[in-house]
């Protein structure tokens, strides 16, 4: 197994552009969700899903935009780009089983820069 | 909604020696509460968690231990390598709330020769 895949590893916009971070698990795994983490805060919750067709905000969510229509795939769109999202973004997976909570597995990350 | 705080923010100990990070949370209904480690350009990684209805837990160096009463749970690392050098991040989740985890700001730990 791949486990969680993520594209770009790196990326550089100006302010203004979009573009579509790609993530991608091999796992079977019904809970996606997307974080970004900046130095001194931790990582942040910006959308999750728990399932094909199924989204929902986070603790921050403005500027971004998710959608699932596939188990595999869960990419989040950035509509216009600002310096403000210049971070590192995780995308994690996990079981989700109702009453229990499952191991949440994160990818790589991708670094991007908005200048 | 929930708040976690996490202490230290660095962390520096001799190898051999043994490592204790402290995490406190603000929500009550909190139940799930896993460690990640995460090693430099790397995402993180569970190393360890600890549901509320268990007062400790461990896995070889590593245990965790749980207050619920407090509300604050910890990270205890003994017999340090530098292997271990990395971020480690708590984080707390509640089962009525999905899979949200809610993640401390992070100790940098370094374990020195």
């Known amino acids: 197994n791949a486990g969680v895949t993520q594209t770009p590893k790196f990326q550089v916009l100006k302010t203004g552009q979009s573009m579509t971070l790609q993530c991608a698990q091999d796992?079977?795994?019904?809970?996606m969700s997307w974080y970004r983490q900046d130095p001194g805060m931790g990582l942040r919750l910006i959308h999750y899903?728990?399932?094909?067709?199924?989204?929902d905000q986070g603790e921050v969510p403005n500027g971004y935009n998710v959608s699932r229509s596939t188990t595999e795939d869960f990419p989040l769109r950035l509509l216009s780009a600002a310096p403000s999202q210049t971070s590192v973004y995780f995308c994690?997976?996990?079981?989700?089983?109702?009453?229990?909570?499952?191991?949440?597995?994160f990818g790589p990350g991708t670094r991007l820069t908005v200048t | 909604g929930e708040n976690v705080e996490q202490h230290p923010s660095t962390l520096s100990v001799q190898e051999g020696d043994s490592a204790v990070i402290k995490c406190t949370y603000s929500?009550?209904?909190?139940?799930?509460f896993p460690w990640y480690k995460q090693e430099l350009g790397k995402g993180p990684q569970l190393i360890i968690d600890?549901?509320?209805?268990?007062g400790e837990k461990k896995d070889q160096r590593i245990a965790v231990t749980l207050n619920k009463t407090a509300k604050h749970f910890s990270l205890h690392i003994t017999e340090t390598q530098p292997e271990d050098s990395a971020v480690y991040f708590c984080?707390?989740?509640?089962?009525?709330?999905?899979?949200?985890?809610?993640f401390g700001t992070g100790t940098q730990l370094k374990v020195e020769l």
């Open positions: 994690a997976s996990s079981y989700s089983g109702g009453s229990t909570l499952y191991e949440q597995y």
């Open positions: 796992m079977n795994h019904e809970y």
């Open positions: 899903s728990v399932g094909a067709g199924i989204t």
């Open positions: 929500d009550s209904a909190s139940n799930y």
């Open positions: 600890i549901r509320s209805n268990v």
């Open positions: 984080a707390a989740a509640f089962t009525g709330g999905g899979n949200k985890l809610t």
